[in-house]
């Protein structure tokens, strides 16, 4: 049995790549101020920010938000209802939103995808032709600037960990996709009306923050997502986690060195399309029309659901 290399306890996980065991005492003390270090490391947030976290009922934003609260940040949360009735899945991953929202104190906003456009995010792909994740993705980005700028927030933080990340980068690697690669980074600045993004859970693994917020006693939906088929990224975390056992510390060593030397290097080589203001609703976009306002133009003749 391996015991707590801070406190001899009986250690709950041990981390090749830092050789570091630890117990479930210790484990949470170690994983915040990790991330405090991430924050500061980054620049992440400045003491005149007003943080907002995209709060989805999962691991990763629930356990970001309680953190951050842990640190300190006085930070709210934004939960986007897309309107997934499958399994009950918006209702459900919601109320996980709430719980954690009244543990801290702190105010949850909740913006419908119905509401906003007229239909949820499932008839909104069928109608544009779009894969359900993509048309999520875009309304998700939309909806969650658009309300920071509204709002006076000035940092969306995503609860993004270290192996979404590298099986992204490992993706765009393998298609040589420069300009993905340009703008995958931990912070991307605010810009022309996009607001700052910010991942500070980019040091750990899944599991790791998985086993943070279970220690935090958080609630949260364990259910995947009804429209979660990306085989291709669950095949890439797949082979990164095979790297990883034979040597450990790969992972983020990929990823690391990557945004050390290389994308600095490409952002600046590949320029960053310029912004303009859609002109149907005039948030940011690089063409005339944003990609959510003409997703929305299929859906205008259409009977609005219930
Ligand atoms: S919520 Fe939306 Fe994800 Fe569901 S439809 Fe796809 S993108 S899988 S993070
Ligand atoms: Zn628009």
Redesign the pocket.
């Known amino acids: 049995m391996k015991r707590c290399l801070w406190c001899r306890q009986k250690a709950v996980i041990y981390m090749r790549e830092h050789r570091l065991a630890l117990c479930k005492n210790c484990y949470p003390k170690w994983f915040l101020r990790t991330t405090e270090r991430t924050i500061k490391d980054w620049k992440m947030i400045a003491p005149e920010d007003k943080v907002l976290v995209a709060v989805s009922g999962g691991k990763d934003s629930l356990g970001l938000w309680f953190a951050l609260a842990q640190l300190g940040y006085a930070a709210d949360g934004l939960y986007v209802d ?1 309107g ?1 009735s499958a399994d009950d899945y918006s209702e459900k991953s919601k109320s996980y939103a709430q719980q954690l929202a009244e543990r801290l104190g702190r105010t949850l906003h909740i913006v419908s995808v119905s509401e906003a456009f007229g239909q949820p ?1 499932p008839t909104l792909a069928k109608a544009s032709r779009r894969e ?2 993509s048309a ?2 875009a309304v998700k980005r939309y909806l969650f600037n658009r309300f920071a700028v509204e709002n006076g927030y000035t940092v969306i933080a995503t609860g993004h960990n270290l192996d979404d990340e590298a099986a992204t980068m490992l993706g765009n690697v393998l298609r040589w996709q420069l300009d993905y690669l340009a703008r995958q980074a931990p912070v991307l600045p605010a810009k022309d009306g996009l607001v700052k993004r910010i991942k500070p859970f980019i040091r750990f693994t899944e599991k790791q923050v998985a086993l943070f917020t279970i220690l935090s006693r958080i609630p949260y939906i364990e259910q995947e ?1 009804p ?2 088929v990306d085989a291709a990224s669950l095949f890439y975390k797949d082979l990164l986690n095979r790297i990883e056992e034979r040597s450990p510390g790969t992972k983020w060593s990929f990823y690391a060195q990557f945004q050390k030397h290389l994308q600095p290097l490409l952002a600046e080589r590949m320029g960053e399309p310029p912004l303009r203001p859609c002109r149907e609703c005039g948030m940011p976009t690089t063409t005339e029309v944003c990609a959510v306002c003409r997703m929305k133009a299929y859906t205008r003749d259409m009977v609005p659901l219930d």
């Open positions: 897309l997934i995010v359900p994740c999520c993705g997502c429209y979660s």
